[in-house]
């Protein structure tokens, strides 16, 4: 089976066996090493949910043990970080925070995951000085909060709600982007307000109404999130990749004359789609071994281009797209090692 066709959305499925479903990805990991983080990434997160949290701390352990070879090793820390203070590794799980955070890595997600972490411990005062790191980092002067980021506005807004920290702009920004993004009425003040929790316990039926409206609007915007299809994806191949791969299938040279200019028309491509407002757009990586092996999956020739543009939709349904444009100071996506400002972002 292709890991991107996983049976029937399993994980998605309210009665999911997650010992079979973590099984099967790791079957699916070994015929597909190329794929191996994401699916093992995932396996680990159906064994948490099976509650075999050793099995999880394991996988985690196994894509950690190359580093070097991981597009998300900082992600993969954070997991394994939540995973072990669940069952009792609080010290251990503190120790690699510490590194995440001293790390100050650019992606949003693994400071999403440790701060939401402290925060379920009832360690609000780090959970909020872990959010204002990552907003601080990767904010700092960024117009439009790139869609990723958005937990980190949220998840420090609801941190200082708790501790009853005065508003300030970074939670300012996040009322803002609750506005523009969620159709729902209730401010996200209110969505925050510790005293729901009270209203929970309540007698009055006024008040139990009001929090089942409340919640409502949570799950819809939840939703909403969770719905968002994956980016829309410019293929990309590296210098060593694309030479190959015309040395392979010179037919192929009608559609990349030279490496200047496809790097050049990637990114004239991804700024004519963002600005006729195509959202989530990103980039995927491609490898000569990973293309024929598609084409051979589509029973057609790697020569054939029109299965150019459905190799980097299958790549990007396996989760392989990277956000387009990098966050602020990153590194340029075409690989010269230069930021991104300062290469096709200039």
Known sequence: MRPDTPAENAENAVNVDHTAEAARLERTADLYPEDAEALLVRAAAHRELSGDRPAATALYDRLLSAPDTLETPHLVRALKASNLWEYGHEAEARAIIDGIRTAAPRDPAPWVIVAEALESHDELEAAHETFTQATTLLLTDVPEPPYATHPLLFGRHRVGRMLGAP?????????????????????????????????????????????????????????????????????????????????????????????????????????????????????????????????????????????????????????????????????????????YEGCHGS
Not at 242 to 251: K, V
Not at 308 to 318: H, S, V
Not at 320 to 337: L, M, N, S, V
């Open 167 to 339: 508003h300030d702009d970074w939670d300012d920004r996040a009322d803002a982007l609750h506005s523009s993004s969620s159709s729902s009425s209730v401010s996200l003040d209110e969505l925050h307000d510790p005293k729901r929790v009270w209203a929970l316990g309540s007698d009055n039926p006024a008040e139990l109404e009001a929090e089942i409206s409340r919640l409502r609007a949570e799950l819809d915007a939840h939703r909403e999130a969770l719905s968002r299809p994956f980016p829309v994806a410019i293929l990309h191949w590296p210098a060593d990749e694309l030479a190959e791969l015309l040395s392979a299938y010179p037919s192929l040279t009608a559609e990349y004359p030279s490496r200047d200019q496809h790097l050049s028309t990637i990114e004239a491509a991804l700024r004519e789609l963002a600005s006729s407002g195509t959202a989530n757009l990103g980039i995927v990586t491609g490898t000569v071994p990973s293309y024929e092996a598609f084409a051979a999956s589509e029973a057609s020739s790697p020569t054939q281009a029109e299965l150019l543009p459905q190799y980097a939709t299958t790549l990007a349904a396996r989760g392989r797209a990277t956000a387009w444009p990098p966050e602020r100071g990153a590194g340029c996506w075409c690989g010269a090692g230069a930021s």
